[in-house]
């Protein structure tokens, strides 16, 4: 039994990095993390700032390389795959300080997250068949009905992403993920900035993604308060090694868990 | 002042709010209408005609040039590029050039007795497009990774190294005694237009010249229109914002951009082929960097990423450099006691409008962003009628 | 995809690489030279062949003083890219600017093919000064109009104002002394050779070019490392919002930096005058994009890579027009321009690139 009080669901991991080391030059972001993700999961990635957690998120989504290692989308290899097309397997993804397409309304953020499951391309678009208007609707219509599913008002649905308020723009981002219809979803301190009536929508909200959408998700987060709420898992990252992992209570308590967030204790 | 500003922003939307919602539309039809007629308030072969010709040319330039630099937010500073290669199949498919061929495809009766390569028109269109597009692939290949500021510059050296080898080409044979190209002396006596039924142009009536770029520019924009309202527009426009993002949300960049170069070439290529006829040859003297400012100065002024904004900053620097400063404005420094002429200073006026605008418009005369909530706010109409249609309004929490 | 193995080698290419490259075509001519020879002139109506580097040689000398010239272009584009990543377009007609002027002031000296050595050196000397103070406030205007307002605007403002500014230079440069080159007078007699290296002239342009140069890459590096205003364009080229926390005052370091990069281009400016006996308002468009190759071949943003650059395009270029034909050498230079920005964008001794954003 895990903490959140169902039943534990099958061992195969959704998502798994394998030794795992990234060097920059002379720098050593990440040495030997491995990690594992179980279908339909919440897990945590914590830690204190510079520990390497979003480098690994870029890795686990194929903006960075590892150095050594692999990654692994159930069984299928992804250490070298490409960033779109690691998207087109089903991981997605929001980024840490909000990166919309500020040009664009937020339905049209969310038609960009659907991309890779668009067919239309350079002749689709000029002669426009039916089957390519047809996919337009519906691309768009799905974009409409995830921004409510997200929790936004209509009356935002058109306007330019860069004009919304940051919970929204949050949401939209959150939406854009959704659209590429991924298996796993990544999600880069969701609650920054949030307060706590928010951060407790969004824990629930995370929930109903498990629940409802059976998405696996990871999650970096620096609001412990929302990590022992929702996560099955936490592992926790310190100078790019892993210093802990397990249950949210037993890593509430592990001293060096305690020490990596509050200096030593002399 | 910001007072007065918000005053008249405050009018407009009331009269646009006040206007019937057809009303681009039907605007547009205007404007394509009165663009059919007008040579008949001039005659044939009247200066004025001439200048728009050239101008409606320069705007399918823009319209290409928008493709890379306003869509996908690739600084091509080497444009001028698929102007020469344009003009170099007309060149090299459409005169007596290679004059130890014999290939003629629906010419005029006329040219079918001339030697060398001389293709239909439309033929010659489609080829420029194409080698264009193919070349716009091989120069943008090597920026993919590069940041802004340096695509600016390989483009540019790309650019430049076509122009070299356009000067360069009379001394390289491509067998049988022919050259790739006429240096400077230029490929003269290019073909005419023919067009069965319709017969050969020739330039002392410039009508039918007018209405063929016209229907060149009118097809370029329709596909522009359809490219940018598309999955492909979109994903240029990503990738312009943020080509981190773009990629993670599942664009692939390399074939996006790839598509980008290409497009933006062909539609450039067009206009260089339309160009190479229109002007009856073609030597490497037309082909400097300075053109490719010109139509990036187009583009800017017009409006960055807007097609109608590519169309007017077309039209209107055509205008001026081809008439405006030549005809009518020339003598006015001589007005003021001043020793030059203004076209001698077409270039100073052209790189002051591009630092002028920059500080003060950075959007251009048509910003592409309003057009965006104007046709969003109409596309939100239509869809909430569907969704109503469909009984999927309003969503769960 | 073709863009694979693209990668796969730009990994294997590496610094060596690139200098492999860059020295191919200095011996691969020479090992041509020394193998089959070349025709070294005519002498009594046959034509006398050479089967020894002396040509090379002068290729190089050549070479090496051509890019003094470029080197000193050179760092002002290194300089102000390193300090606000921004190429300054301009700069090549500034450097134009610079020649026209060292020319104006001849005039205004009365300068001549008379004038007398004592006089002639104070002479260029006092125009040196003056040109170097004009070309430098030049720049600093530029930045000052073009640039600083649209500091937080997206790079492809400031480049297109830079762009622009290009343009109205030209033009001034046009209306000034028009559209055709320009002889002026070989106020030094620049081809006159005044000692030989083995068998190879050196002219007294050389010993010019490289007399200006040395001189003014020292002091600037001297000012660079020892001085606190040198200090802190080195503090704001690393960071310039800590620069600025730490109470720089990071628009007068930029300004500085500007003023050093136009002084520079205009020393340039008065070298190529006197060196070319020549001058044109299409000049500096020309140089500037041979110098900005030569600023990323070094490492854009390295002054050492800068002159290093300058003198190793210098050599490339006075190879292509005595091997391949004047008419190539752009295209050769540009080749290597994109070649480089595609094996090795950092250049020479330029640091990592940051690609992931």
């Known amino acids: 039994m895990n903490s959140a009080g169902t039943s534990a669901p099958p061992a195969s991991a959704a998502l798994r990095a394998v030794h795992v080391t990234k060097k920059f030059g002379g720098l050593d972001a990440l040495k030997d993390i491995s990690i594992d993700v179980p279908q339909s999961s919440i897990v945590s990635l914590i830690g204190p700032n510079g520990a390497g957690k979003t480098t690994l998120f870029n890795m686990l989504t194929g903006l960075y390389r590892p150095t050594e290692g692999s990654i692994l989308l159930g069984e299928r290899d992804i250490t070298r795959a490409r960033a779109d097309v690691i998207t087109g397997y089903g991981v997605a993804r929001t980024f840490q300080n909000i990166r919309l397409f500020g040009a664009m309304t937020a339905t049209e953020n969310v038609m960009i997250g659907h991309h890779a499951r668009m067919r239309a391309g350079l002749f689709g678009a000029i002669l426009r068949p039916p089957w390519v208007r047809r996919e337009e609707r519906e691309t768009r219509a799905r974009a409409r009905e995830l921004l409510a599913y997200v929790g936004l008002h209509e009356s935002v649905f058109d306007r330019l992403a860069s004009q919304l308020s940051y919970g929204d723009q949050r949401r939209v981002e959150i939406a854009r993920a959704l659209a590429s219809q991924p298996e796993v979803l990544l999600l880069d301190e969701p609650t920054a900035g949030m307060n706590p009536r928010e951060s407790h929508a969004l824990t629930e909200f995370m929930r109903k993604l498990r629940d409802e959408l059976e998405l696996t998700i990871l999650l970096i987060e620096h609001d412990m308060k929302v990590v022992m709420d929702v996560s099955e898992r936490v592992t926790v990252l310190d100078y790019g090694e892993k210093i802990a992992e397990g249950e949210p209570a037993e890593v509430r308590t592990n001293p060096r868990v305690i020490e990596a967030y509050l200096g030593r204790q002399e | ?397 | 995809m073709p863009v694979q193995p693209l990668v796969a080698v730009r990994r294997y290419v590496g610094r060596w690489g690139l200098i492999v490259a860059l020295a191919a075509l200095p011996i691969y001519y020479g090992i041509h030279d020394l193998t089959y020879g070349y025709q070294a002139g005519y002498v009594a109506g046959h034509a006398v062949f050479r089967q020894d580097l002396s040509m090379l040689g002068y290729d190089l000398a050549q070479g090496l003083s051509n890019g003094a010239i470029w080197a000193l272009i050179a760092i002002g584009y290194t300089l102000v890219y390193g300090i606000i990543e921004l190429i300054n377009f301009a700069h090549g007609d500034v450097f134009m600017i610079g020649s026209f002027t060292a020319v104006g002031l001849w005039g205004t000296f009365g300068l001549g093919l008379s004038t007398g050595a004592l006089g002639l050196v104070g002479g260029l000397l006092v125009t040196l000064i003056i040109t170097m103070i004009v070309t430098g406030s030049l720049n600093v205007l530029i930045e000052r109009v073009a640039y600083r307002p649209l500091r937080n605007a997206p790079k492809l403002a400031p480049l297109i104002t830079a762009v622009g500014f290009s343009f109205i230079l030209q033009n001034v440069g046009l209306l000034w002394r028009g559209g055709s080159p320009q002889s002026v007078p070989d106020l030094i007699h620049v081809q006159q050779t005044v000692f030989s290296i083995a068998g190879v002239p050196i002219q007294r342009g050389y010993l010019l070019a490289l007399a200006v140069m040395v001189p003014l890459v020292f002091a600037l590096g001297w000012f660079i490392s020892r001085t606190r205003a040198g200090r802190a364009m080195r503090a704001t080229a690393q960071d310039p919002e800590a620069a600025r926390l730490m109470g720089i005052n990071v628009n007068a370091t930029i300004s500085l930096t500007f003023l050093l990069g136009g002084m520079l281009a205009g020393a340039a400016g008065l070298v190529y005058a006197l060196y070319e006996t020549n001058i044109w308002y299409f000049q500096g468009f020309k140089a500037g994009l041979i110098a900005f190759t030569a600023a990323v071949m070094g490492g854009i943003g390295n002054v050492r890579g800068a002159v290093l650059g300058g003198l190793i395009i210098g050599v490339i270029q006075s190879l292509a027009d005595s091997r391949i034909g004047p008419q190539w050498t752009e295209a050769v230079v540009f080749g290597y321009l994109i070649a480089i920005m595609i094996m090795r964008p950092r250049g020479l001794l330029g640091e990592e690139t940051r690609e992931a954003g």
């Open chain 2, 1 to 397: 002042m910001s007072e007065l500003r918000a005053q008249l922003r405050e009018w407009r939307d009331a009269v646009q709010k006040r206007l019937p919602p057809w009303r681009s539309r039907a605007l547009a039809g205007l404007l394509i209408v009165i663009g059919i007629v007008l040579p008949f308030f001039f005659p044939p072969s009247s200066g004025f005609m001439n200048a728009t010709i050239i101008a409606v040319a320069y705007a399918v330039m823009a319209l290409g040039l928008n493709v890379v630099v306003g869509f996908a937010g690739l600084l091509d500073l080497g444009y001028v590029a698929f102007y020469a290669l344009g003009a170099y199949s007309l060149g090299w498919f459409g005169s007596g050039f290679f004059f130890k061929a014999h290939v003629h495809v629906l010419v005029s009766p006329v040219t079918r007795t001339l030697p060398g390569i001389h293709l239909n028109f439309i033929l010659l269109l489609a080829g420029a497009a194409i080698i264009c597009a193919v070349a716009g692939m091989l120069i943008g290949l090597p920026t993919l990774r590069l940041r802004g500021d340096y695509i600016a510059i390989v483009t540019l050296a790309f650019g430049e190294i076509i122009g070299v080898v356009a000067v360069n080409g009379q001394s390289v044979g491509v067998g049988g005694g022919m050259t790739l190209t006429a240096g400077n002396l230029g490929i003269s006596a290019v073909d005419q237009p023919y067009f069965p039924g319709i017969g050969l142009f020739d330039l002392l009536n410039l009508r039918p010249w007018y209405w063929l770029i016209l229907a060149i520019m009118l097809f370029v924009l329709f596909v522009n229109l359809r490219l940018r309202d598309s999955r492909l527009g979109r994903a240029w426009i990503a990738l312009r914002e943020d080509e981190i993002a773009a990629v993670s949300m599942g664009i692939p960049l390399v074939r996006t951009k790839l598509l980008a170069y290409s497009i933006g070439a062909a539609f450039g290529g067009m206009s260089g082929a339309f160009f190479g006829t229109y002007y009856t040859e073609v030597n490497a003297g037309q082909f400097q960097f300075g053109f490719s400012i010109f139509i990036l100065a187009m583009v800017i002024i017009g409006g960055l990423g807007s097609i109608w904004g590519a169309v007017v900053g077309g039209l209107a620097l055509g205008y001026i450099n081809n008439y405006l400063i030549p005809d009518v404005l020339n003598g006015l420094p001589g007005k003021f006691g001043l020793n030059f002429q203004l076209t001698q200073v077409e270039f100073g006026i052209f790189g002051f409008l591009l630092v002028i605008m920059m500080l003060l418009r950075p959007q251009g005369l048509i910003p592409e962003r309003r057009r965006r909530l104007e046709l969003t706010a109409k596309i939100a109409a239509e869809d909430s009628q569907l969704m109503e249609a469909q009984g999927t309004i309003g969503g769960s929490t």
